[in-house]
């Protein structure tokens, strides 16, 4: 029972420190207006799904931006799977303001949920006690930041990642592949992240979850079919004029191919799917060899950024996903040194390395730097696999200090 209200009030501090720490950044982020943000895609797609109308009909979508005043349409239709509009009716049941505040705050508490979970992997309290530090060291990471300020809606494929590891670690693999599915719903950063985990699934003969991951992409494309059965095609005619217009701005294999070519065709794209292929072909490789010493969390913590650097399309906020990895590596190196020193010091190298990144995101328009979180990502993940854990005294004689 004590347990029971020491989570509990954990719990309600969690969501306090939270709610407390929005504010601030809204504060000094100057709370830019939901019309003027990439939230308003979503609202929009969710409040049309509510009133009966299809936000792949062009002049119903934009008709939409008229009579909600959302000023910024760089898109004729909704530029996501169809899908997600449906999970983007809760939304619409608010005002556009109200359902951004609304969002910011469920995407701070996706990742205290991530941060909570992703801790409770060992069993041990050294890492339980990083819990509110990290916590409160999260609202300064760059793609988190951006996120909430943007309202990307990259903190449900979060949720989506966390709760298929979740089950993977219940056994309960059908159900992991119908959640691991979800992340589909932003095609370019699921992609990826399913092909690693579909390679990592066969390796292991989980038979049940690669059914789950078709079961789940089966039920999407029927939910898109009985809106628009055109759908498809739609998407990927507006798909690609999204990814026409922003080349070679973006920290992935493809975007640096575009710059070494000169934007040139075909060079650029035989470049780009060379370097993409050969870095899923070797992170395929290691997951294949490592398939039987690989935790759920784990694998997903390599999973992820190597899917974002060799796919096509994603920004920085995009790569919120990587609080899972960031918290792995975390108490991964805690666990092997018995210390808090190296933890500390890789959170601040990359918390001060991404504020540089989206300062030259914001400065130049152009998110190349944030190569570099993936990167330092990368490294902190392959130091934490090799280090040597310290022998159980040396714990207790950190705690005795």
Same mark, same amino acid.
């Given at each position: 029972?004590?347990?029971?209200?020491?989570?509990?009030?954990?719990?309600?501090?969690?969501?306090?420190?939270c709610?407390?720490?929005?504010?601030?950044?809204?504060?000094?982020?100057?709370?830019?207006?939901?019309?003027?943000?990439?939230?308003s895609?979503?609202?929009?797609?969710?409040?049309?799904?509510?009133?009966?109308?299809?936000?792949?009909d062009?002049?119903?979508?934009?008709?939409?931006?008229?009579?909600y005043q959302?000023?910024?349409?760089?898109?004729?239709?909704?530029?996501?799977?169809?899908?997600l509009a449906?999970?983007?009716?809760?939304?619409g049941?608010?005002?556009?303001?109200d359902?951004?505040?609304?969002?910011q705050?469920?995407?701070?508490?996706?990742?205290?949920?991530?941060?909570?979970?992703?801790?409770?992997?060992?069993?041990?309290?050294?890492?339980?006690?990083?819990?509110?530090?990290?916590?409160?060291?999260?609202f300064f990471?760059?793609?988190?930041?951006?996120?909430?300020?943007?309202?990307?809606? $990259?903190?449900l494929? +979060? #949720?989506a990642?966390? @709760?298929?590891?979740?089950? !993977?670690?219940?056994? /309960?693999? =059908?159900? &992991?592949?119908?959640?691991?599915?979800?992340?589909?719903?932003?095609p370019?950063?699921?992609?990826?992240?399913?092909?690693?985990?579909?390679?990592?699934?066969?390796?292991?003969?989980?038979w049940k979850?690669?059914?789950?991951?078709?079961? $789940?992409?089966?039920? +999407? #494309?029927?939910?898109? @079919?009985?809106q628009?059965? !055109?759908?498809?095609? /739609?998407? =990927?005619? &507006?798909?690609?004029?999204?990814?026409?217009?922003?080349?070679?701005?973006?920290?992935?294999?493809?975007?640096?191919?575009?710059?070494?070519?000169?934007?040139?065709?075909p060079?650029?794209?035989?470049?780009?799917?060379?370097g993409?292929?050969?870095?899923?072909? +070797?992170?395929?490789?290691f @997951?294949?060899?490592?398939?039987?010493?690989?935790?759920?969390?784990?694998?997903?913590?390599?999973?992820?950024?190597?899917g974002?650097?060799?796919?096509?399309?994603?920004?920085?906020?995009?790569?919120?996903?990587?609080?899972?990895?960031?918290?792995w590596?975390?108490?991964?190196?805690v666990?092997?040194?018995?210390?808090?020193?190296?933890?500390?010091?890789?959170?601040? @190298?990359?918390?001060?390395?991404?504020?540089?990144a989206?300062?030259?995101?914001g400065?130049?328009?152009?998110?190349?730097?944030?190569?570099?979180?993936?990167?330092i990502?990368l490294?902190?993940?392959?130091?934490a696999?090799?280090?040597?854990?310290?022998?159980?005294?040396?714990?207790?004689a950190?705690?005795k200090?």
């Amino acid at each position: 029972m004590k347990k029971f209200w020491l989570n509990f009030f954990g719990g309600l501090i969690a969501c306090a420190l939270c709610l407390g720490m929005l504010l601030v950044l809204s504060r000094l982020s100057g709370a830019a207006r939901p019309q003027d943000t990439n939230f308003s895609f979503f609202w929009l797609a969710g409040r049309m799904t509510l009133q009966g109308q299809n936000p792949y009909d062009e002049t119903q979508y934009l008709a939409g931006h008229d009579t909600y005043q959302i000023g910024w349409r760089p898109n004729k239709i909704f530029p996501y799977p169809l899908p997600l509009a449906l999970l983007c009716v809760p939304l619409g049941l608010f005002s556009l303001e109200d359902a951004h505040r609304l969002w910011q705050g469920l995407t701070l508490l996706i990742v205290a949920l991530t941060i909570y979970v992703t801790l409770r992997q060992w069993a041990r309290p050294a890492q339980h006690r990083l819990f509110f530090p990290l916590l409160i060291a999260s609202f300064f990471f760059g793609p988190l930041y951006l996120s909430l300020e943007t309202g990307s809606i $990259g903190a449900l494929s +979060l #949720l989506a990642v966390l @709760l298929g590891g979740l089950a !993977l670690q219940k056994e /309960k693999p =059908l159900l &992991a592949g119908i959640f691991f599915s979800l992340t589909i719903l932003k095609p370019p950063q699921g992609l990826t992240i399913l092909i690693l985990l579909g390679i990592w699934f066969l390796a292991r003969k989980n038979w049940k979850a690669i059914y789950g991951l078709a079961l $789940g992409g089966i039920m +999407l #494309l029927a939910l898109g @079919l009985i809106q628009d059965p !055109l759908w498809l095609t /739609k998407f =990927l005619h &507006a798909s690609g004029a999204v990814m026409d217009r922003t080349q070679g701005v973006q920290s992935n294999v493809w975007a640096f191919a575009y710059l070494a070519c000169g934007g040139a065709t075909p060079c650029s794209n035989l470049l780009g799917a060379a370097g993409s292929l050969t870095l899923l072909g +070797l992170g395929g490789y290691f @997951l294949w060899r490592k398939q039987a010493q690989l935790t759920a969390f784990e694998a997903l913590s390599f999973i992820i950024p190597i899917g974002f650097v060799s796919t096509v399309y994603l920004w920085e906020y995009d790569q919120i996903l990587y609080i899972l990895p960031l918290v792995w590596v975390i108490g991964q190196f805690v666990q092997k040194t018995k210390s808090y020193l190296h933890a500390f010091l890789f959170l601040i @190298l990359i918390i001060f390395y991404a504020f540089f990144a989206v300062s030259e995101l914001g400065a130049t328009q152009r998110d190349l730097w944030s190569l570099g979180n993936t990167l330092i990502l990368l490294a902190g993940f392959w130091l934490a696999s090799i280090l040597d854990e310290k022998p159980e005294r040396a714990l207790r004689a950190v705690s005795k200090r």
